[in-house]
């Protein structure tokens, strides 16, 4: 597949990591910038609205000059911007979709807003200079609708049926917390820095000790109906073994950290297993921050291996929040011509976007 200009340019401010990023419309990621504001959050113990939006605001103009700079794209060479305008915390939505607006007006650019987690459902067809995924050869090689899609991340854990970009069903969810804040949750039990999901994956990937069958997880989830998940009762359960106790040696923490993250992996492979089971999908992926963990990404190859199929996952560094997710999910709008012009209201602006009720309006089922 040949690199193909025009290029989207991307922003992605929804929550505590601003990112920008020039993707073409084959999911080809020209270049990508990312920042963290990991540090500023430290010390609350969690994500502060306010300081995330002000942080925004600091870096996002700057990112994008260097975007342009450093991969030698011009505005003229792109065919608009796409902004993410849901869901998200709304001081930090509000920084990206002005400067999108203002950036569209100047540029007379169009512009549109994306679903962030619809974006998330984006960044498995994406790639770049160094990765190639082996199954996207040419635009029309996409896997094989419909789509079982489980996306995991810090504010949600769904499992989605994707017949096109524009018919997504909400097989099941959470019924409480995410997988990901319970991985948060359990870092920050722990001491760990903010955010835990990546700490906790650490941890225990350092635990020498190996699982043994005859031993009794400390940490269970219980069955859920139908496809849903539940989270809050295993954070409940370490919080209550952790603060029994006023210290742990760390080799006890790698353990503890161990079964945690076993524990919620394998309730998410019961739920994907189980609808590839009695769905039988054409094809399998999953995606979200928490698709970053390496116990997780090992098991997935597993029940791939065991379901026949291979299981898609995005390459690491696009698991996390991104702006090229939201780029690519931008073109499959306009391929639909769906885009809204610039002067009207990007937070409405999905409205009248076919991909409008992602969320809402796709019935449980
Ligand atoms: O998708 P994402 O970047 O942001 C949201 O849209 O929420 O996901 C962030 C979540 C956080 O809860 C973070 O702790 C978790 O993904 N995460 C991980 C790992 N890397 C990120 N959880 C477990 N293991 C990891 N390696
Ligand atoms: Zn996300």
């Given at each position: 597949m040949t690199e193909k200009p025009p290029y989207i340019l991307a922003i992605e401010t929804s929550c505590d990591d601003t990112s920008v990023a020039l993707v073409n419309s084959?999911?080809?990621?020209k270049g990508l910038k990312r920042a963290h504001q990991n540090n500023r959050h430290q010390y609350f113990g969690g994500i502060v609205p306010e300081v995330a939006s002000r942080a925004h605001t600091e870096v996002l103009i700057p990112m994008i000059e260097d975007l342009f700079l450093d991969t030698g794209?011009?505005?003229?060479?792109?065919?608009g911007i796409a902004v993410t305008n849901r869901p998200g915390l709304i001081g930090s939505l509000l920084v990206g979709v002005v400067t999108a607006k203002t950036l569209a007006l100047a540029w007379n650019k169009p512009i549109i807003g994306v679903n962030h987690l619809f974006g998330h459902i984006a960044a498995n067809m994406l790639w770049d200079e160094n990765i190639r995924p082996?199954?996207?050869?040419?635009?029309?090689?996409?896997?094989?609708?419909p789509w079982l899609v489980l996306l995991v991340s810090g504010g949600h854990t769904v499992l989605y049926w994707v017949e096109d970009c524009y018919q997504i069903f909400i097989l099941g969810q959470t019924r409480d917390d995410a997988a990901g804040e319970a991985f948060d949750k359990f870092g920050k039990l722990l001491g760990l820095?903010?955010?835990g999901g990546p700490q906790v994956d650490y941890l225990a990937r350092g635990w020498s000790g190996r699982l043994d069958s005859h031993k009794k997880s400390p940490f269970h989830i219980g069955e859920m109906p139908g496809y849903d998940f539940s989270f809050s009762g295993i954070k409940a359960a370490a919080e209550r073994l952790i603060k029994g106790r006023s210290w742990w040696s760390d080799e006890e923490k790698m353990e503890l950290a161990f079964y945690y993250q076993k524990a919620i992996v394998d309730s998410l492979l019961t739920k994907l297993k189980k609808a590839s089971n009695e769905l039988r999908p054409p094809s399998v992926m999953v995606t979200g921050?928490?698709?970053?963990n390496s116990y997780f990404r090992d098991e997935l190859n597993k029940l791939g291996g065991y379901l026949n199929t291979s299981i898609l996952i995005p390459p690491l560094c696009y698991t996390?929040?991104?702006?090229a997710m939201v780029g690519l999910a931008g073109w499959w709008h306009w391929d639909k011509r769906t885009w809204v012009s610039q002067d009207s209201d990007a937070v409405r602006a999905f409205a009248s976007s076919l991909a409008d009720d992602f969320l809402s309006k796709h019935q449980s089922g």
């Open positions: 084959c999911g080809f990621v794209v011009a505005t003229s060479d792109i065919e082996p199954h996207l050869f040419s635009q029309d090689s996409y896997p094989r609708l820095p903010f955010p921050g928490v698709s970053a996390t929040d991104n702006a």
